[in-house]
């Protein structure tokens, strides 16, 4: 954060994160300071938390929203509301389903994998835990259509428009509020789903009745009926009812002043309008900020291989950028249903600093989550009628957080309440003693984080030796020490703003909008059809760069400012993996047979970097299997602090602010506290201390120190090994 006497600051770019506890802010201006903001998230109407997340922020500029909106470039969004309708089931019903007739039970039975997916690892492992998520769409709301087009796209029974009519009417008379059309393999050829649609709209105009028919093939058309019905049933259930709320954070900034774009964070990682056809893509751009984030920082700062890290109040989410790239996923579930929603590949736990702490009686251990008090904190926060214990309650207990200064004073928290629950419904169920079942608490939490971040290393073939760690959220600098200690990894990263560093990746992000298409393109060994896959990737291409061209001019953006971006996806013939190639470097208005080499000689090269002990074999011929084109639009960036390093390691005596006692390994230690903003660059904290900010706290256990380089960037290490 900005520490220097300029008087005044001219905002010119905000991004936010509204998480499930708390909405954080990043704030940077005409000269690439930055500011921080953090206020608690008001789900019933973000817009509070969000005018309230921004005020705080600028408040350390001496401003306020409503007095910088007009200097503004653009504000981006990222958050969690609609996972979080559909994880809590507070979504909106009444969808109406067309399916291809036979197929009505697929929404209701999912695949095979959709019943083990999102359950413990262990579940899992040792098949104990079988279980189908509760159907979005009742039974009686799906109806089957006879129509057949094969999986190359050409139809071989013709539709009944008779069973059209007849579900049409049924579902209006039923009530519903969209009706969602999904036929097995419209992805190759959409003219039975439009037919539906056609006929649907004749028997509105005769019923006068407005009811919106969606349909797959327009929304998302790849391979896969059973994630794409689901996903265009998540847009019905889930996301259409949160355009409202983007709507209204929107046009609560418009009111104070705001005259440059809104945006929001896609999970793939460009920025869209809230007005675009599809929102499902920003399902879960909250978490996935601080990935695009980790990447920016990755490529300012020469890093080839970073794993993230984000310590939020509800979860505990981590990804792996290698080579200065991170992974994308189409076969992501959320809530167990499976999506074809491209995502950056994301792996996460139940264990935030929100989790609620219970004794098992059947194993007379201590479970942690998976609920969580979320923004109420826990038994300690004075203002909050939580009466089960938590993560933050317990390192409330040990000392390592100010009981004055949580969240810069807004929440004032009580230990002596902390104690109590943990004691009552923890320690004394267990006969143990409060202060070690605190300890006890993050041992438990920590060493699960530290086993997901092995586990997604080591489980890619990798080891945490060639990768450096950077934590963040508002939990990560006070547990970094704790789950990054079992592990050996190059370095260990604490941005100074961490606490909003998924905001900050908000911030980093292009304004972007991409189209995917399911292929089924066999090209043989000896590239004999290379020209004429070239063609047809040429067609595809030049489609969906039209899309991004609309989309743009949609949102003003004039579409010769647009950058196409297109890429492939391939596999060897009968593989079961495919692989992301960019074609951005081959294309040039169209594609010839040696472009299709060269772009199968990148393939290669991807396989052998992500595959590196799996055989080859290009004798089988490539198949290419889905067109991919993103159109991009640059859009302002922040830039990494750069300050002179001083010649003192000892931070400056204004930024001492006493000492305190906390607990770690087992005993007392009296642990300097310091204020993080007056830390100069080439300071060194070393432990045991405690750096404290509004808007997080960095513990530095005994044994450890954190030097702070010129950048704003801590790095933890240990000094006692």
């Not at 028997?203 to 093939?217: A, C, F, G, H, N």
């Not at 070239?534 to 067609?539: G, M, R, S, V, Y």
């Given at each position: 954060m900005s520490t220097d006497d300029q008087p005044e600051h001219e905002p010119r770019l905000l991004a936010l994160d509204t998480g499930g506890t708390m909405t954080d802010s990043f704030i940077v201006d005409e000269e690439a300071n930055y500011t921080v903001g953090k206020a608690q998230t008001t789900p019933d109407d973000e817009a509070v938390g969000v005018r309230d997340s921004f005020d705080n922020g600028l408040g350390y500029w001496g401003t306020s929203f409503s007095e910088s909106a007009a200097s503004l470039d653009g504000v981006v969004y990222a958050g969690t509301a609609m996972l979080n309708r559909l994880l809590e089931r507070e979504g909106e019903g009444d969808i109406g389903v067309i399916t291809t007739g036979g197929f009505e039970d697929h929404h209701r039975m999912g695949r095979a994998i959709q019943s083990w997916a999102d359950l413990s690892y262990a579940g899992r492992l040792h098949a104990r835990e079988h279980e189908h998520p509760e159907p979005i769409v009742p039974r009686e709301n799906i109806k089957g259509v006879r129509e057949r087009v094969n999986m190359l796209g050409v139809p071989v029974v013709n539709i009944y428009e008779d069973e059209i009519r007849e579900a049409v009417h049924d579902l209006l008379d039923r009530d519903v509020r969209v009706i969602c059309v999904c036929m097995i393999f419209s992805y190759a050829n959409q003219s039975h789903e439009q037919k539906v649609?056609?006929?649907?709209?004749?028997?509105?105009?005769?019923?006068?009745?407005?009811?919106?028919?969606?349909?797959?093939?327009?929304?998302?058309?790849?391979?896969?009926?059973?994630?794409?019905?689901?996903?265009?049933?998540?847009e019905a259930y889930a996301v259409e009812p949160s355009r409202e709320q983007l709507y209204s954070i929107e046009d609560s900034l418009e009111a104070e002043g705001l005259d440059s774009p809104f945006r929001v964070l896609t999970s793939s990682g460009g920025t869209i309008s809230p007005d675009h056809d599809w929102l499902v893509e920003t399902m879960l751009s909250g978490p996935i900020g601080g990935v695009f984030g980790g990447e920016f920082l990755a490529d300012e700062l020469g890093i080839d291989n970073l794993v993230c890290s984000d310590v939020g109040g509800t979860s505990f989410d981590v990804a792996m950028i290698t080579e200065g790239h991170y992974p994308t996923r189409w076969d992501q579930s959320l809530a167990q249903f499976l999506t074809n929603i491209p995502m950056t590949a994301l792996d996460s736990i139940g264990s935030g600093t929100g989790s609620y702490l219970r004794v098992d009686r059947a194993s007379n251990r201590i479970e942690v989550g998976p609920d969580s008090a979320g923004y109420l904190v826990g038994v300690s926060n004075e203002d909050a009628d939580v009466t089960t214990p938590t993560v933050t309650d317990c390192t409330a207990l040990l000392g390592y957080i100010n009981p004055d200064f949580f969240l810069g004073g807004d929440i004032p928290i009580d230990v002596d309440a902390a104690r109590d629950a943990i004691d009552d419904q923890l320690a004394s169920p267990l006969d143990e003693d409060p202060i070690e079942t605190a300890r006890g608490v993050l041992d438990v939490v920590e060493r699960d984080m530290a086993n997901e971040l092995r586990s997604m290393v080591l489980g890619l073939g990798y080891s945490p030796e060639n990768y450096s760690l950077i934590s963040y959220g508002g939990g990560g600098p006070l547990h970094a020490a704790g789950y990054s200690q079992p592990l050996d990894f190059q370095d260990v990263l604490i941005p100074d703003w961490a606490a909003a560093f998924s905001a900050f990746g908000c911030a980093c992000a292009d304004a972007a909008y991409r189209y995917d298409q399911s292929l089924d393109v066999i090209l043989q060994p000896d590239?004999?059809?290379?020209?004429?896959?070239?063609?047809?990737?040429?067609?595809?291409?030049?489609?969906?760069?039209?899309?991004?061209a609309e989309a743009f001019r949609r949102d003003d953006i004039d579409p010769a400012d647009m950058a196409f971006e297109p890429s492939i996806r391939a596999q060897y013939t009968g593989m079961l993996d495919d692989l992301e190639v960019s074609a951005a470097e081959v294309w040039d208005g169209g594609l010839d047979g040696d472009d299709v080499e060269r772009l199968i000689e990148k393939f290669e090269e991807e396989f052998g970097r992500v595959f590196q002990r799996a055989a080859r074999s290009p004798e089988n011929g490539y198949q290419i299997t889905v067109a991919i084109g993103e159109g991009v639009a640059p859009s302002p960036k922040p830039e990494l602090p750069n300050e002179d390093?001083?010649?003192t390691e000892t931070p400056p005596e204004e930024a001492h602010k006493g000492t305190r006692d906390i607990y770690w390994d087992g005993d007392w230690?009296?642990?300097?506290?310091?204020?993080?903003?007056?830390?100069?660059?080439?300071?060194?904290?070393?432990?045991?201390?405690?750096?404290e900010a509004p808007a997080t706290t960095m513990l530095v256990p005994p044994g450890f120190e954190a030097p702070l380089d010129e950048n704003r960037i801590y790095h933890l290490q240990q000094t006692d090994t």
């Open positions: 649609k056609e006929i649907a709209e004749e028997i509105k105009d005769e019923r006068d009745d407005d009811t919106p028919v969606w349909l797959s093939s327009e929304q998302n058309p790849v391979r896969g009926e059973t994630p794409r019905l689901n996903t265009l049933v998540l590239f004999s059809n290379a020209a004429a896959v070239a063609d047809q990737l040429t067609e595809v291409f030049e489609d969906v760069r039209e899309q991004a390093p001083v010649s230690h009296e642990a300097d506290i310091w204020r993080m903003d007056p830390i100069q660059a080439g300071n060194v904290v070393e432990g045991p201390a405690v750096t």
